[in-house]
């Protein structure tokens, strides 16, 4: 019997050997400099066109949110009105601290997608073609890399996982770790832990009484390592509650209803072809949304692929039951409360097969054999060769997304902050509407705050509570002249801008002695478009 804390069981002892002596191979000077060589392909590549992307609201509003709250309770109250834990605004609490820059949220971001590339890499079971487009495709590479937000951190957790699954028993406390973070990371990967948390546990009391060697301190380690588990979904859990007072997605669909369940299969689609119109305002688009036998054609070929890796994943329980488990569990969240979610989402459920892919691979347990060697072989061939076409179209993904972000601006935001600070009108106070773009401008900016008349109060990010309202542009402008005002009366004299996502109405313009002194049109956000207004 093996002595020590950390070893397991005699079994699972000679599972760690048998791990290392298959891992040689990989081992090798040459599959280190293979993933040192897609690693750094990647890292140039996509710091050369994260300097070209123009960071739009959703990256820009948890940059506000950490660096103006005070604290970390202060963090966790704010992040409340978010719909999400808080593992990657803490990151950026600590980084605010040091940098009054958003291009530093950039800088980490890259290093994190960096790293799961080179996770990737270096430890998956894929072959180096495979490696190589998955590395590029549209989910690695553009929206969880170009595109900064809280989903990059999530899947650097799920392949560390992966590379960690052969010898989950001997490292289980760092296996458990990793969920922890991993549940902290968005609603989606809260979603991907659970699944993976109850795969661990049927593996586990599955496999337990074939072990009769496992020693009582590795036991205890092992039940441990569940609790650990089982806080960090807890306390994401508690942190998605929402407040009483908020104003968005406020509800739950438990009733049958067509159209929601349509936009649930059309995210499981948009998982596997993610492929976007080559258009100007690509972002959530998809060639095969083009007719209505496109759409139907898409997803019988995506469903019939996700029922052919099903037969074979059924073989292994843990592959099968997880794969499940992520793919329902993520269909069931878009219906029930995101109606389909954004292709960010969708792109989870493809990280998820993945996933399954690579454990299915290196996981020993073949409990529910239902076909034979030859017809196994068959499968595993074509289950190869499907991958190897799919990420092929997530090339093809990929290049449409780069080239038009490279030569189009993503979104309006910095080249209006721009415009204000190289005219010296950074000291006056902006009345921003929409909120929920101005905030983008604030950011670059680097100011305090703006005026939000939608929640009519002070502030730089989005308090996404039901104070907020629907409100006129006339009402917009009312706001303004009060504020003008008010700032003429306290002597500070500075004036203002109103900035909006739309031009106003000439006659409004004349009425209320506006002037028009900015646009800045041609983003590939539709709505991150900006028109800069002073009173004369």
């Given at each position: 019997?093996?002595?020590?804390?950390?070893?397991?069981?005699?079994?699972?002892?000679?599972?760690?050997?048998v791990y290392q002596a298959r891992s040689r191979p990989r081992d090798t000077l040459r599959v280190h400099w293979l993933a040192l060589g897609i690693t750094s392909a990647f890292f140039l590549l996509g710091a050369y066109l994260m300097s070209h992307h123009e960071m739009w609201r959703d990256e820009i509003e948890y940059w506000l949110i950490?660096?103006?709250?005070?604290?970390?309770?202060?963090?966790?109250?704010?992040?409340?009105?978010?719909?999400?834990?808080?593992?990657?605004?803490?990151?950026?609490?600590?980084?605010?601290?040091?940098?009054?820059?958003?291009?530093?949220?950039?800088?980490?971001?890259?290093?994190?997608?960096?790293?799961?590339?080179?996770?990737?890499?270096?430890?998956?079971?894929?072959?180096?073609?495979?490696?190589?487009?998955?590395?590029?495709?549209?989910?690695?590479?553009?929206?969880?890399?170009?595109?900064?937000?809280?989903?990059?951190?999530?899947?650097?957790?799920?392949?560390?996982?992966?590379?960690?699954?052969?010898?989950?028993?001997?490292?289980?406390?760092?296996?458990?770790?990793?969920?922890?973070?991993?549940?902290?990371?968005?609603?989606?990967?809260?979603?991907?832990?659970?699944?993976?948390?109850?795969?661990?546990?049927?593996?586990?009391?599955?496999?337990?009484?074939?072990?009769?060697?496992?020693?009582?301190?590795?036991?205890?380690?092992?039940?441990?390592?569940?609790?650990?588990?089982?806080?960090?979904?807890?306390?994401?859990?508690?942190?998605?509650?929402?407040?009483?007072?908020?104003?968005?997605?406020?509800?739950?669909?438990?009733?049958?209803?067509?159209?929601?369940?349509?936009?649930?299969?059309?995210?499981?689609?948009?998982?596997?072809?993610?492929?976007?119109?080559?258009?100007?305002?690509?972002?959530?688009?998809?060639?095969?949304?083009?007719?209505?036998?496109?759409?139907?054609?898409?997803?019988?070929?995506?469903?019939?692929?996700?029922?052919?890796?099903?037969?074979?994943?059924?073989?292994?329980?843990?592959?099968?039951?997880?794969?499940?488990?992520?793919?329902?569990?993520?269909?069931?969240?878009?219906?029930?409360?995101?109606?389909?979610?954004?292709?960010?989402?969708?792109?989870?459920?493809?990280?998820?097969?993945?996933?399954?892919?690579?454990?299915?691979?290196?996981?020993?347990?073949?409990?529910?054999?239902?076909?034979?060697?030859?017809?196994?072989?068959?499968?595993?061939?074509?289950?190869?060769?499907?991958?190897?076409?799919?990420?092929?179209?997530?090339?093809?993904?990929?290049?449409?997304?780069?080239?038009?972000?490279?030569?189009?601006?993503?979104?309006?935001?910095?080249?209006?902050?721009?415009?204000?600070?190289?005219?010296?009108?950074?000291?006056?106070?902006?009345?921003?509407?929409?909120?929920?773009?101005?905030?983008?401008?604030?950011?670059?900016?680097?100011?305090?705050?703006?005026?939000?008349?939608?929640?009519?109060?002070?502030?730089?990010?989005?308090?996404?509570?039901?104070?907020?309202?629907?409100?006129?542009?006339?009402?917009?402008?009312?706001?303004?002249?009060?504020?003008?005002?008010?700032?003429?009366?306290?002597?500070?004299?500075?004036?203002?801008?109103?900035?909006?996502?739309?031009?106003?109405?000439?006659?409004?313009?004349?009425?209320?002695?506006?002037?028009?002194?900015?646009?800045?049109?041609?983003?590939?956000?539709?709505?991150?478009?900006?028109?800069?207004?002073?009173?004369?």
């Open positions: 019997m093996t002595n020590g804390k950390n070893a397991a069981s005699e079994g699972y002892a000679v599972a760690e050997r950490a660096r103006d709250s005070t604290s970390v309770p202060n963090l966790f109250a704010n992040m409340k009105y978010e719909g999400s834990p808080t593992l990657w605004p803490l990151l950026l609490m600590l980084l605010t601290r040091v940098s009054h820059s958003p291009t530093a949220m950039q800088a980490l971001h890259l290093l994190i997608a960096t790293s799961t590339i080179y996770v990737f890499a270096r430890y998956s079971p894929f072959s180096v073609v495979q490696k190589v487009l998955f590395s590029f495709g549209y989910f690695p590479f553009y929206e969880y890399a170009i595109i900064s937000r809280n989903y990059a951190i999530g899947v650097l957790l799920i392949f560390v996982f992966c590379s960690l699954f052969e010898r989950r028993y001997t490292k289980f406390l760092i296996v458990s770790l990793v969920l922890f973070l991993l549940s902290h990371t968005s609603a989606f990967a809260l979603i991907i832990t659970i699944a993976l948390f109850f795969a661990l546990l049927i593996d586990f009391f599955a496999l337990e009484p074939s072990n009769k060697s496992f020693e009582r301190s590795a036991r205890y380690e092992i039940y441990v390592g569940f609790l650990i588990s089982t806080l960090g979904i807890i306390t994401a859990v508690l942190q998605l509650i929402p407040p009483s007072d908020l104003g968005i997605h406020v509800g739950w669909n438990f009733s049958f209803d067509i159209a929601p369940f349509r936009t649930a299969l059309a995210a499981l689609t948009a998982a596997y072809l993610p492929i976007p119109k080559f258009a100007l305002h690509f972002l959530d688009t998809y060639a095969w949304q083009a007719s209505a036998y496109l759409k139907g054609l898409a997803l019988l070929l995506v469903c019939s692929f996700l029922a052919f890796s099903m037969i074979g994943f059924v073989r292994k329980p843990f592959v099968f039951f997880l794969f499940a488990g992520c793919t329902f569990g993520l269909l069931a969240f878009f219906y029930v409360k995101l109606e389909g979610g954004s292709s960010r989402h969708a792109g989870l459920l493809f990280i998820a097969f993945i996933m399954s892919a690579w454990l299915y691979r290196c996981h020993e347990q073949t409990n529910w054999s239902i076909s034979s060697e030859s017809s196994l072989k068959k499968w595993e061939t074509l289950f190869n060769h499907s991958i190897t076409l799919i990420l092929l179209l997530h090339i093809g993904a990929s290049f449409v997304a780069a080239s038009i972000d490279y030569q189009q601006p993503f979104s309006m935001a910095k080249s209006t902050a721009k415009y204000i600070s190289e005219r010296g009108l950074n000291n006056r106070l902006i009345v921003g509407y929409p909120d929920y773009t101005t905030q983008a401008i604030v950011g670059y900016l680097g100011t305090s705050q703006a005026y939000y008349p939608q929640g009519d109060r002070f502030g730089s990010y989005v308090r996404w509570d039901n104070r907020r309202l629907e409100i006129t542009e006339q009402e917009v402008v009312d706001k303004a002249h009060q504020l003008e005002a008010h700032e003429l009366t306290d002597g500070k004299g500075q004036g203002l801008l109103i900035i909006l996502n739309e031009p106003l109405r000439d006659d409004l313009v004349h009425a209320s002695k506006l002037q028009k002194i900015g646009e800045f049109t041609g983003a590939i956000v539709k709505d991150e478009n900006f028109y800069i207004y002073s009173l004369k």
